[in-house]
Each structure stands twice: as structure tokens, then as C-alpha cells.
């Protein structure tokens, strides 16, 4: 939610309970002056992109701050926009600056320019990563979204060695060993293969997109909230969603089931089938707006077993609301009335003493 000063990270359990709130830094500083883009990585990190800054802020999950990354050349700065996190814990950023998808690793070191902008793609927008077929949906400025596969999967019993190589260019190991009860390996693939394409009608721009199966999209522009399939056309439309050029206001759960922001600033659920929306968030405080949600991923290859069996959560890209700024006015001014009134009553004794 915010109020155009400073932000922070609310979590929410499955009933809607307020379980963590993530603001400052260990020095007390804000972290955030306005989050819009949020996505939970495997091992708990909290991603978020500032739109104030442009640039990618990592929290631990208990709110520790991680790092900040604000590009990966000196005088190349960052202007981020779409943000999520894949299979192997790396980071995906989407930047206006250079107009290429740029990939991290978890631990905020650039590792490379997965995507690059392209005819077919256009410029970059908004992501959407498919823990389940290991696609990548890339949204961009145009009504055009593109699919990508650029981790494969392996049998685990297969020759190990040579799946375990790293990837030519990349300066980290783009693979992850089998969990338990996991058979097969993932590992990177370069160059990233175009899979399809299509151009979604009914929408200028493909400001934010959530991906529902491997072949149905959610995706929003500055007006409009709708589903799509590979062909592009609309499928079902949100009629009270919120309209927004700088929040990805959307997200999907281990359900299929949509959530977003609606026009009243609640956050809102609708069913897999389409048929019934309930309130799941209810704004509360007037002074407060979401500014973005993500649910994370269900259990893939690479997250641990634990990671399935919690709660399900949502993260909602908030801005702080007013009152520790209204509360700070208000001492001053006290301050300031209690001068005033120690002169006036010294002015008095100084007339009484004549």
C-alpha cells in the first residue's frame, strides 16, 4: 500500500492473516520507496522491483536485506520492469536501459542477457515463469507475447556427467541435482528457444502477465484484464480490476484460481471456472493501496519438499501509509506551542517584575 514516501513487503497467509511485514534494513533505513513488482525465490528470497529506483531489491525471507542490484556494468544503470524467479533460483529482470532480459543468480551477480530485444519480441515488458513445462512467457510493449524454453529437463539416470557441465558463456553451473523424489535434472540451454508467439487482442500492451497452464495467460495493460490462449484471443475479462500503468496487480495460485486488485484497492479471488469472485484482502485503512501480488510457485525441481507444505502465501507490494509522518508533524508542532507559551509566560513575569 502506499503513500508515495516510502514502502514495504506485507505477507499474507491463505486466510487472508497479516504474518510478516518487511520494511527496513538493519540500520533502520527504508528499503523500499514504492515496490511494484514482486516474486519469491526457492530459497525464500523476497525479489522486488522499486519503481522509485528502477532497481531490484532482495530481502531474506525473514526481511534481512540480501542485496540490491542496480545493473551489472558501471554507467549502465538499471531501469527494471518485470521480474520472476525459475526452476534454478535465477533471478529474471526485465530493463528499459538495455531491452534485454538479464539473468542473475541468486545472489544478485549478473550472469547474462538471456533475451535481447527482436522483432519478434519487441522490447521486453513482463514476465511469467511456468515451473511446470519450464517456459518463459515474456510480455512486451506491443500487445505481443512471446514463449521461450531455455531450461530443459533430463532424465537423472542418464549420463550425469555431461548434464552437470556447465553452460558455455555463463560463469555458474546452470544446473540443479535431483531432489528427493525427484528424477530428473534441469539445465540451461542456450540460446533460449522461441516456442510460439501470439498477440493477444483487446489490449495495447502486455504490461503484466500471469500464466495459468502451458497454453492460457493472464494478461493486463494499462485498462483492461483479461484471459487469453495461444491464439490470442480473449477468453474471459475482468470487469473491476484496477487500472494501473506501474503495478502488476495479478497473480495465480497452486489453484489456477486468479488474484488481483479490483477497483476498490480489495484484493479479490476469482475461480478456476470463472463463475465466482470472493473479497480474499479487504482494504481496511483508506490511506493504504496494494501496489502489486505474487503467490509463490508450487513444489518444483528445485525447491525443497518443506517449501510445498506451507501455507500458501501472498506478498503484497505495499508503500507505508501516513500516520508515523502525521505523528512526527504533531510533536513538532507540540514542540512549538511549548516554546511559545515558556516566552509569553517569561514576557509576563518580565511585566509583573516592573
Not at 249 to 277: A, F, P, Q, R
Request: charged residues 25%.
Amino acid at each position: 500500500m502506499y503513500n508515495y514516501r516510502t514502502g514495504k513487503v506485507t505477507r499474507y497467509n491463505q486466510s487472508g492473516q497479516l504474518i510478516q511485514s518487511i520494511q527496513h534494513d538493519y540500520t533502520g533505513r527504508g528499503l523500499y520507496r514504492q515496490p511494484n513488482y514482486i516474486t519469491e525465490n526457492n530459497n525464500g528470497d523476497v525479489v522486488v522491483r522499486d519503481y522509485m529506483s528502477g532497481a531490484v531489491v532482495v530481502t531474506e525471507r525473514g526481511g534481512r536485506h540480501h542485496f540490491t542490484y542496480t545493473g551489472h556494468s558501471l554507467g549502465s544503470g538499471l531501469e527494471s520492469n518485470g521480474i520472476c524467479t525459475d526452476a534454478l533460483s535465477h533471478i529474471l529482470v526485465c530493463d528499459d536501459t538495455t531491452r534485454t532480459v538479464q539473468m542473475l543468480d541468486k545472489n544478485g551477480q549478473f550472469l547474462s542477457h538471456l533475451l535481447t530485444e527482436s522483432q519478434e519480441m519487441g522490447v521486453p515488458r513482463s514476465l511469467s515463469y511456468d515451473v511446470n513445462t519450464h517456459r518463459l512467457w515474456v510480455g512486451s510493449y506491443n500487445n505481443k507475447v512471446c514463449v521461450y524454453r531455455y531450461i530443459t529437463r533430463q532424465d537423472a539416470l542418464t549420463d550425469q556427467s555431461r548434464v552437470m557441465e556447465s553452460l558455455s558463456g555463463i560463469p555458474t553451473p546452470g544446473t540443479e541435482k535431483p531432489q528427493q523424489g525427484n528424477q530428473c535434472l534441469l539445465k540451461l540451454m542456450s540460446p533460449p528457444e522461441l516456442l510460439h508467439s501470439l498477440t493477444v487482442t483487446g489490449v495495447r500492451r502486455c504490461l503484466h502477465i500471469s500464466c495459468v497452464t502451458s497454453d492460457r495467460v493472464w494478461v493486463s495493460d494499462d485498462d483492461n484484464l483479461m484471459l487469453t490462449d495461444t491464439t490470442g484471443v480473449p477468453l474471459h475479462r475482468v470487469e473491476d480490476s484496477w487500472s494501473g500503468l506501474y503495478i502488476g496487480l495479478h497473480t495465480v495460485n497452486s489453484e489456477s484460481e486468479l488474484i488481483y486488485i479490483d477497483g476498490n484497492y480489495n484484493i479479490d479471488k476469482l475461480s478456476k471456472d470463472m463463475k465466482t469472485t470472493t473479497t480474499f484482502i479487504e482494504r481496511t485503512d483508506s490511506t493504504l493501496e496494494p501496489r502489486y501480488e505474487h503467490r509463490p510457485r508450487p513444489d518444483g525441481e528445485a525447491m525443497s519438499s518443506s517449501t510445498s507444505t506451507e501455507l500458501e502465501n501472498v506478498v503484497l507490494g505495499n508503500l507505508q501509509h501516513e500516520l508515523d509522518l502525521e505523528r512526527k508533524n504533531l510533536r513538532s508542532t507540540k514542540s512549538g506551542y511549548k516554546a511559545q507559551l515558556e516566552q509569553l509566560s517569561t514576557a509576563v513575569e518580565h511585566e509583573d517584575a516592573k
